[in-house]
């Protein structure tokens, strides 16, 4: 992946030669290219639809690149809907446009249409398996004789892809094979360890322990700006923050923003990653993010008088600098039975820089630095930092969210409790199961592969903390 310089420095050359070639479509599409990787959204897309305008050969590609802007990028799921139609009706058989129609639905819980499409690109590329694996998580009922889950079963006997062995566990799991679904897991997790650089805990560790130092600014109350006041969820990964954020979009005054891209890019931009913080900013430093998150609000249509959640789970490790760009935000932490955390994120394909996540004792050795951070700063600054447990909700749904209402100083509203009806796009792992209601059946996952974790984690598992 190219470092944000040399993205700047190819759409920079891409924007002199679209100059020097107005008429050149190739050069306005290599100016949407470059222009979607910094984050030049409304650039991009202006850039794209004028190759198309100028006559690009093999248009649909410039149109499906369009929608991804839309849907993964600025949330808007209908423009992205036309463009991915625009695609198929230029050439129904393209790949990409077919993939990302039933992805689309996917986000958007259409299990039929994501079906439909899933399959069709799949007869169109035969030999890849990823459309394959999709179109079988994304099939409402499994049974074990069903050719599409034989056919991914035999592609796993000669595969070296992490994304089938992931996508067999879960359809092992599903038909209730958990010792086939380990088999799969342990398959995966070693596909993926060797494409990942070795995961340093103790680098790490260090690293960590610096945020320790950072005391978070106090929360500020801005005249007029309050009431709306961002709330980021952070926290490990697969502790209930996607399921969270949609308890709030319920609310009549919450707007989800998703994993917004806009701190990753800042991130990058001043030297951090995913999982590595960046050095203290200073104030003028802070300033620039503070406006440059509202303008990427403004970009993603935010309606006036709502509060936006920004749920990335991995900003956890960037807190005290987001806390400083925006003093008036606030931050909840998810939590949830370790083991059954340690267990998902296992089974959870994740980005490379979190390369912990392919051994069972590095998650747990991560699952430790998130407790010793949420604890020191729910501690020190109670005001800004609030603990939202996931076995409290499963106990009591309705008193766990007037809780957390009352502490971001809103009202209750029932319709909280709906949210699995909401139709707005899903961009996590949790893609299917949030559209399901609460069920105690989401807890004690663990519990299925209890004797294969002993062997690797031993008498561990029996204490309440990792």
Request: charged share 25%.
């Amino acid at each position: 992946m190219p470092s944000y310089q040399e993205s700047f420095s190819a759409y920079s050359a891409a924007q002199a030669q679209a100059q020097a070639y107005p008429k050149d479509p190739v050069a306005a599409f290599n100016v949407g290219w470059w222009g979607a990787k910094l984050g030049k959204f409304s650039d991009a897309i202006a850039a794209y639809e004028q190759s198309i305008a100028l006559g690009l050969s093999g248009p649909e590609e410039a149109m499906v690149n369009i929608a991804s802007i839309y849907s993964e990028r600025l949330g808007d799921a209908a423009a992205a809907l036309e463009w991915l139609g625009r695609a198929l009706e230029t050439d129904p058989l393209y790949y990409p446009a077919l993939f990302n129609r039933a992805h689309l639905a996917e986000q958007l819980g259409d299990r039929d249409t994501a079906v439909e499409y899933f399959a069709r690109a799949s007869k169109v590329k035969a030999d890849d398996p990823l459309a394959l694996t999709r179109l079988v998580e994304a099939m409402p009922m499994l049974r074990t004789d069903d050719p599409h889950i034989a056919k991914l079963r035999h592609i796993a006997t000669k595969s070296s892809d992490a994304d089938v062995f992931y996508a067999l566990a879960k359809v092992e799991e599903r038909l209730g094979q958990y010792s086939n679904a380990w088999r799969a897991l342990q398959a995966a997790n070693a596909c993926d360890a060797k494409a990942h650089s070795p995961w340093q805990q103790d680098v790490a560790e260090t690293r960590y322990r610096s945020l320790l130092s950072q005391p978070l600014p106090p929360l500020v109350q801005r005249a007029g700006q309050t009431d709306n006041a961002p709330v980021f969820i952070v926290g490990m990964f697969r502790t209930g923050s996607t399921l969270l954020e949609q308890l709030l979009a319920a609310h009549s005054r919450f707007f989800p923003l998703g994993e917004s891209e806009f701190w990753p890019r800042a991130i990058a931009q001043l030297g951090g990653s995913m999982i590595v913080p960046t050095k203290p900013i200073k104030s003028e430093e802070a300033e620039r993010l503070r406006n440059g998150f509202y303008a990427h609000m403004s970009d993603r249509q935010v309606p006036v008088n709502r509060r936006v959640t920004d749920k990335r789970p991995d900003n956890l490790y960037h807190l005290p600098m987001i806390a400083k760009a925006l003093p008036e935000a606030r931050f909840i932490i998810t939590e949830r039975d370790w083991r059954d955390t340690l267990l998902s994120v296992w089974a959870t394909r994740l980005h490379p820089q979190h390369a912990y996540a392919t051994n069972l004792a590095n998650i747990r050795a991560q699952l430790q630095v998130c407790k010793s951070l949420s604890d020191h700063w729910r501690a020190n600054h109670p005001d800004r930092v609030y603990r939202f447990r996931y076995e409290d909700l499963m106990a009591n749904p309705e008193v766990t969210m007037r809780a957390l209402l009352d502490w971001l100083g809103e009202p209750w509203d029932p319709d909280c409790l709906s949210f699995h009806r909401l139709q707005n796009p899903v961009r996590t792992a949790s893609v299917w199961q949030i559209r399901e209601p609460l069920m105690q059946t989401r807890q004690q996952r663990w519990v299925r592969y209890e004797a294969q974790l002993r062997q690797e984690l031993g008498t561990a598992l029996d204490q309440e903390a990792p």
